[in-house]
């Protein structure tokens, strides 16, 4: 069945630096892929979105592009703020699946001043 | 701003005891989810609808475990006769289905449940 994998944090940065959480995907489809942010105490936020192969999401000064080739969606950032530690999940959403969400086990992000 | 709500946000009840979670979905979302997630992990896709019908349940999904939606519009996530291994954020998500955004879900913000 179609699934997600992700970089195992935690990952710890200091502010301004660069940010990289590799994800990749099996799915059997054409998924739409998805980044979720989930911020201490509060529920899960779409991040952003790539529906189809070469597509960039973006959002936040986030990136992330829909690779078929290698079946990826990395989530990059190019300077990080104490503000962006939270749980980044990566997933993808197949209408074959009937649009149920598969989530990757969520990659915690902390960022030091 | 009428996003997702789902009541309670906290629940704490004994093993063996039945619990109930309500979902309101987003007004015009003809579609709802429920998820599971446990403490490190992403959520678990539990079953959806469409409309009233329930048209997907995951195999996670034990006979203990019963979702409904009559008319179409919130939803109940029904636990009987609880254990210690439901404990868990349960998370439910709603969309609307047709066009581009339909793969789009929107999340409450979960009803933590703890089975002592």
């Known amino acids: 069945g179609d699934s997600v994998t992700q970089m195992e944090g935690p990952v710890t940065l200091s502010e301004e630096a660069f940010l990289t959480i590799n994800c990749t995907y099996t799915a059997t489809g054409y998924p739409s892929l998805f980044w979720y942010v989930q911020y201490p105490g509060e529920g899960l936020q779409l991040l952003l979105k790539a529906t189809k192969a070469d597509d960039k999401g973006s959002n936040k000064g986030f990136e992330a592009t829909y690779r078929k080739e290698t079946t990826s969606f990395h989530l990059e950032k190019g300077s990080v703020q104490v503000s962006d530690s939270a749980v980044y999940f990566c997933a993808l959403s197949d209408r074959g699946g009937g649009f149920k969400t598969i989530f990757g086990a969520g990659t915690r992000l902390f960022v030091k001043a | 701003d009428t996003g997702v709500s789902q009541d309670p946000r906290h629940k704490i009840t004994k093993r063996g005891q039945n619990v109930t979670f309500r979902c309101d979905p987003i007004?015009?979302?003809?579609?709802l989810y429920w998820y599971r997630q446990t403490l490190g992990q992403g959520p678990e896709f539990l079953t959806y609808f469409q409309n009233e019908a329930q048209l997907e349940k995951s195999r996670l999904l034990s006979d203990r475990f019963s979702a409904e939606r009559p008319k179409g519009s919130f939803s109940t996530l029904e636990i009987q006769r609880t254990e210690q291994g439901d404990s868990a954020m349960y998370l439910c998500?709603?969309?609307?289905?047709?066009?581009?955004?339909?793969?789009?879900?929107?999340f409450g913000p979960g009803t933590r449940l703890t089975v002592l």
């Open positions: 998500a709603s969309s609307l289905s047709g066009g581009a955004a339909s793969d789009e879900q929107f």
């Open positions: 007004s015009e979302h003809n579609r």
